[in-house]
């Protein structure tokens, strides 16, 4: 993060002394680096809200970053940027994120499916800085074709940051159809029955009622498949709380 990096005031014997109330260890190897980077990420949330936190947060995102600045050619470079990316947007840390997600984004590959989640964080982060036009290109790239053929967890990822980014513009349409793009996603049901019910409130927010009724019946199908499956207590717990939403937006769709 290069605005953390030029507050770096010296490099003595492994420790990379920043101005901002913190210090960065650098380890001998990409493998203990990165190890502690997930501890220093781990610590993170023990630390009460504030400026402390924000320090703390900063500190894991640069102990990330200096495995792809310092080992390019790792294989987890990319993947560093995009944990300090993730930390740093998700600790309220826009500008930091934005950055972080532009470096990791300059060394992503195009078939890398890293590049499609930094995207995401970007065009999240951009359009918190009130750049709608530059987020909206970075939500280009994050779901250019070829999304469905990428590992579940990047499609999540990517259709939620997209159905956010839909709904706080007002798109309500928009943030359906990734969002049943989402329900469409891997084996669990009850995760997919709860994407297409957010599907549901999304149609809701747009007027759109046939659209709603379509979706309400997809939703029985899925439920009806759920309860032919063996579920965990958990799962079977979460499916009966969201066969009650499901009335529940069927009774306010149907009038």
């Known amino acids: 993060m290069k605005r953390l990096i030029v507050s770096a005031i010296g490099l003595y014997s492994g420790v990379l002394l920043a101005g ?14 990165w190890t502690y980077a997930s501890e220093l990420r781990s610590r993170v949330t023990r630390v009460v809200p504030g400026d402390d936190r924000y320090a703390a947060a900063k500190q894991a995102a640069m102990a990330f970053e200096q495995i792809a600045v310092r080992w390019p050619n790792d294989r987890r470079a990319t993947v560093a940027y ?11 840390l826009i500008p930091d994120a934005e950055q972080m997600c532009e470096e990791g984004l300059a060394i992503a590959s195009g078939n890398d499916p ?55 513009r007002k798109q309500h349409g928009r943030a359906a159809e990734y969002l049943r793009s989402a329900s469409q996603v891997g084996s669990n049901d009850v ?15 747009a007027s759109d009622v046939d659209a709603a ?3 309400l019946q997809r939703l029985d199908v899925l439920v009806q498949h759920a ?4 579920l ?9 709380r969201l066969v009650s939403e499901i009335e529940r937006h069927r009774k306010k769709v149907n009038g």
């Open 191 to 205: 995760q997919r029955i709860g994407y297409l019910i957010r599907a549901v409130e999304a149609d809701e927010n």
């Open 82 to 92: 995009a944990a300090a990316a993730k930390l740093l947007f998700e600790e309220d």
């Open 114 to 168: 890293l590049q499609r989640q930094l995207a995401a964080i970007r065009g999240s982060a951009l359009l918190r800085l009130d750049k709608s036009d530059d987020a909206e290109a970075a939500f280009a790239v994050a779901l250019r074709p070829g999304l469905a053929s990428a590992d579940d967890f990047t499609q999540l990822y990517v259709w939620n940051r997209a159905a956010a980014f839909a709904s706080a």
């Open 20 to 33: 901002a109330g913190f210090v960065v260890q650098i380890k001998p190897t990409a493998n203990e680096q």
């Open 213 to 215: 009724k379509q979706d």
């Open 232 to 240: 965990t207590a958990a799962d079977a717990m979460s499916l009966n």
């Open 227 to 230: 309860r032919g499956s063996q």
